[in-house]
């Protein structure tokens, strides 16, 4: 597997070859330099949107804060909580709580320790703090006098996908409207092929992975902070599910990373609207109607598959969305933000897409994406490409400046500004007004 997973999000390869001394303290090649102000925060020279500055809140070194930073969730007083992927080895991930000094400074103080692979945390309706593990979802009490003593499984028994070629072991999950969690369970492969490259098939034809993976379940909400572990299937055939967002409308989007072949421009990313029952095309389709490599046409069916509502460009690795309601940016109120994780052409972007009053994203059919360093990337024939614009288009490697950016996920602030995590950098960001 290569860096990002080509698409599937989570840089394993960067992860194990640098080792645990890189998790430490980023190296010279990953430092942002900062010079000048960004409402507030140093800023760095990483170039912008006009309009818009990146401004540097933390970076990690030694011992002292997240060694992996991927969740962001904003408590009351300014502080945050931060999830710690820690590595990618059982037991290494922790939950930790952010604040600042009267200086600026940033004070970390660790919540939770022994953690496999923690991602996403939220707030329930409850008003309960929830954060996903590999393998469970569970809640604690960031405010408690000892938080990792109010630790408590909420559902347990998730698919543990375990450490593999391919694999995709993050859970992540969204609150529907009535309560009920919606959560990913990702596909332990990336094309459900054997070692021959034959499709692992059960007794009617289908891939043989997707009884159990592949999907989003729904989990029952049973009220004061429970939910029924048994649960029903909402969506599948989705390889890895770790942007999920639902509008208030009641939409539910899904950003797929897609599978792991080998050329730069092919497969593309996608944006689906999950609806209950839907099939999305995985392991059989990409794009709109190519069949996978090891499937054939008669297989893979791919015209009955459900279609994404947009094609993202190939690789770029989506691995959050977040709808903007800050006061900060007026022209982004309603927009999809979108993180692009990718590590080829389409690393290090912040997207801001348009929508449609339900939350849809607004499509260009056959438009061109002219938001890479070496030009334009045109889309297949007839394939819908998200409408809108990038906020870090220069979000490359400077050699003495900053690093390509790596971002994981978003948060909006109280006062409008934009956070985000970047994991392999160890630093947490801050988009702003110059």
Known sequence: MKPILFAAALALPVALASGAADAQAPSAARTYAVQGD?????????????????????????????????????????????????????????????????????????????????????????????????????????????????????????????????????????????????????APSDRCLDAAGKPKTDARGACAEEAATAQVRRHAYLGDGRWAEDS????????????????????????????????????????????????????????????????????????DRDQPIALLPPHAAPLDMVYYDGAMFPELRGRLLMTWHGFRRTAGRVTAVETDGQGRPLTDVGGRYAVYPRGAMPYPAGAPSVKGRVLTPGWDRVVGRHPRGSPVVLAVATDGSIW?????????????RP
Do not use: K
């Open 232 to 303: 029903t299937v909402f969506a599948s055939g989705l390889r890895n599910s770790i942007a999920l967002v639902r509008h208030r409308s009641g939409t539910v989007l899904q950003a797929e990373n897609s599978v792991d072949l080998d050329t730069p421009d092919h497969p593309y990313d996608e944006i689906n609207v999950l609806t209950q029952g839907g099939h999305y095309g995985w392991p059989y389709c990409v794009d709109l109607t190519t069949p996978l490599p090891g499937w054939s046409a008669r297989q893979a069916r791919c015209a």
């Open 420 to 432: 985000v995590t970047d994991d392999r950098s160890r630093a947490i960001l801050r988009i702003a």
């Open 38 to 186: 960004c409402a507030g925060r140093p800023a760095t020279a990483v170039r912008m949107a006009p309009g818009y500055c990146l401004g540097l809140v933390w970076q990690g070194r030694g011992d002292e804060g997240p060694h992996m930073p991927r969740g962001l969730l904003a408590l009351g007083h300014g502080d945050w909580l931060v999830t710690d992927l820690g590595g990618w080895e059982a037991g290494r991930g922790a939950v930790w709580r952010l604040s600042f000094a009267s200086d600026g400074g940033a004070r970390w103080r660790r919540l939770a320790t022994g953690l496999s692979m923690p991602h996403t945390v939220a707030r329930g309706p409850d008003g309960r703090i929830y954060v996903s593990e590999m393998n469970r979802i569970l809640t604690l009490d960031p405010d408690a006098a000892d938080p990792a003593a109010t630790v408590r499984t909420v559902i347990g028994d998730l698919p543990d996908n375990r450490l593999h070629d391919n694999r995709h072991p993050l859970s992540s999950f969204v609150f529907d409207g009535n309560g009920d969690l919606l959560v990913n369970v990702g």
